[in-house]
């Protein structure tokens, strides 16, 4: 009993050093949400909120690719954000991949589309680390022609 008691108490002295963890939120500050959030403490985490893909070209904004190029384009995206904290690829644990049905794949999600820009950026022999990764089919993202919608988790060794 003594024993569980112990236990316990470790865990609540860890729990409570993440909790007094400093935060550090990342982007405009007039924007109604983060574009990432970061807590140090033993180790760093940096949260990256949902990427949409950009138009490819600002005179017609809903233009924005197939599945396969807005996946490359956020994940380009992606690794701006984490170069910009000091992360890198590598450094990613999780990543949520949201995929709209795309009308040019009879109304399915492209999976292999995401999946073929993907195996750009994680697993290769230049950047080895593989993320656990979750990929889910919606009915629809915030604008039109958004068909890919993904966001991070980013874990490194505590840099002060």
Request: charged share 20%; net charge neutral; glycine share 12%.
């Amino acid at each position: 009993m003594l024993k569980l008691c112990v236990i316990g108490a470790v865990a609540g002295l860890a729990f409570s050093t993440g909790a007094e963890a400093q935060l550090t939120r990342i982007g405009p500050a007039t924007a109604a949400v983060a574009d990432a959030v970061e807590t140090k403490g033993t180790t760093d985490t940096l949260y990256i909120s949902g990427i949409t893909p950009p138009a490819l070209d600002p005179s017609a904004p809903t233009v924005r690719g197939d599945t396969r190029t807005q996946t490359q384009n956020i994940l380009k995206i992606l690794g701006d954000i984490l170069k910009g904290q000091g992360y890198g690829y590598g450094d990613v644990t999780m990543l949520r991949v949201f995929l709209v049905a795309d009308p040019a794949n009879g109304g399915k999600m492209d999976f292999e589309g995401m999946k073929q820009a993907y195996g750009q950026v994680f697993g290769t022999a230049q950047q080895p680390g593989r993320p656990a990764r979750a990929t889910v089919q919606v009915a629809g993202l915030v604008d039109e022609g958004q068909l890919v919608e993904i966001d991070a988790i980013a874990v490194r060794k505590h840099k002060p």
